[in-house]
């Protein structure tokens, strides 16, 4: 997509008004965006829709008081009134000198390539994305045709955002990247009138880093077809091996701690821990925001410093916490940024070999709500999955929890597979831990 306008300029024009309406300091966000998204079931579309906008997202200063605005009405003058509201809004609100802009001679972008921007999707149209979408939908029908299948949906979107970043200070750095993906759901019919669904979902800034469709629609019977049957457990504890693209929403028990904001606030079991070890030796989080074609990377940060990698979490050891500028004057620290792509480093061994080695695991492939407390590292989750014995599977396992704390979860990690999940943020293997605590019957 092309931007309608020039990006750089219209945050220069943002600046240049705030500044002669009374603002002491502005930083802008100028975005062009456009997506488009289908799903298609039983032959019919059941969605087709493309969005575009253009939106500017402004930070103001104005007597040492601090506050955010968002419009997307661009016009002369009723952007003029904008920011004469917002201005005068702001005057009413208590001082706040942490949120000052950086120091311009530390601020700048990564020159590190990140090929984020699919330049052949501009080709795409929209019978080509109908017609994806359909091939899709023939590709599940037909890997399903042997399963007890409902109901069928697949999905297509894409899109492209092209951002830049203004600050009063000086700071001006544009940047473009594009999102693909397909997937689908399916719903299968089981004993007791019970109708399991499973997902399947690829995204990639690249088309060309996406799998097949036919894999795809592969995986998604497959994963369904795991779910007929399943029932919990017997309560007890024991290995748990945590799906590739499973692990960002267990993790989460972790990531909201590491939050600089929580930290400040006492709101974070992590906040005393800092060069401590919470973890097993060996454990490594990696964030970072340099790698090519990431769906995490960017070139530089929010408070516009320039990109680089870091450890979070060393042998064990947490070195790092989330902290924007802002939290970092409250905290008395250095800056450092919000999350990216976060990495753990892969093993040697497949799932496969790892579930071989062991007499009984449960591998969970997905959760069914649940909660965590980041003051406390608690944590409770509803998974599915299935329970293996002797490297063979023997049960689909389903309306069960898992609970416990984040220190002893961290403590029970004993490996990393060699299957890293590239389609998130999160870019991690399969995880494998000792111990966990599972509710079931």
């Known amino acids: 997509m092309t931007a309608p306008v020039n990006l750089s300029s219209v945050g220069q024009q943002v600046i240049a008004l705030a500044t002669e309406l009374g603002a002491e300091e502005a930083a ?14 039983d032959g ?6 493309e969005s575009r906008s253009l939106s500017v997202g402004l930070e103001l200063m104005v007597d040492s008081r601090f506050s955010t605005h968002s419009t997307n009405d661009l016009r002369p003058g009723a952007l003029r009134e904008f920011l004469t509201r917002a201005i005068d809004a702001t005057r009413f609100l208590e001082p706040d000198e942490n949120r000052r802009l950086a120091d311009p001679t530390e601020m700048g972008r990564s020159d590190a390539s990140l090929d984020v921007d699919d330049t052949t999707w501009a080709e795409t149209t929209p019978t080509g994305r109908r017609e994806q979408v359909a091939t899709l939908e023939a590709a599940c029908l037909s890997a399903g045709k042997d399963a007890p299948v409902r109901s069928i949906n697949a999905f297509g979107y894409d899109g492209r955002v092209d951002s830049c970043m203004v600050t009063s200070n000086g700071f001006s750095e544009r940047w473009q990247r594009t999102t693909i993906g397909y997937g689908g759901q399916v719903t299968l019919e089981d004993e007791g009138g019970r109708l399991p669904e499973a997902y399947a979902f690829y995204t990639a800034r ?58 400040y606030e006492g709101r974070s079991c992590l906040r005393d821990k800092l060069g401590e070890s919470i973890a097993a030796s060996g454990f490594n989080l990696l964030d970072d925001p340099l790698i090519p074609r990431a769906l995490g990377s960017r070139p530089f940060t929010g408070d516009g410093f320039a990109s680089k990698q870091r450890h979070i979490i060393e042998d064990g050891t947490l070195r790092s916490f989330f902290v924007s500028l802002y939290n970092s004057r409250r905290l008395k620290c250095a800056p450092t940024a919000g999350a990216s792509n976060l990495v753990i480093p892969a093993g040697t061994r497949s799932p496969a070999e790892m579930i071989a080695s062991l007499p009984r695991v449960i591998r969970v492939d997905g959760f069914l709500g649940g909660n965590t407390n980041a003051i406390t590292g608690d944590f409770s989750f509803g998974i599915s999955g299935t329970l293996f014995e002797g490297g063979e599977p023997v049960a689909a396992v389903s309306e069960m929890n898992i609970s416990g704390d984040l220190f002893t979860l961290l403590s029970q990690w004993q490996e990393a597979a060699s299957d890293t999940w590239t389609w998130g943020s999160w870019r991690s293997p399969s995880l494998l831990f000792d111990g966990v605590q599972f509710s079931g019957t």
């Open 206 to 263: 690249h088309r060309a880093d996406l799998p097949g469709l036919n894999t795809i629609a592969a995986e998604l019977i497959e994963r369904g077809q795991r779910r007929l049957g399943s029932k919990p457990a017997a309560s007890g504890r024991y290995p748990m091996l945590l799906d590739n693209r499973a692990v960002g929403q267990m993790m989460r028990v972790l990531t909201g701690p590491l939050s600089g904001t929580a930290v």
């Open 44 to 49: 019919k579309l059941e969605k087709c829709q």
């Open 28 to 41: 802008v966000g100028v975005t062009a965006s456009v997506y488009s998204d289908l799903a298609q079931r």
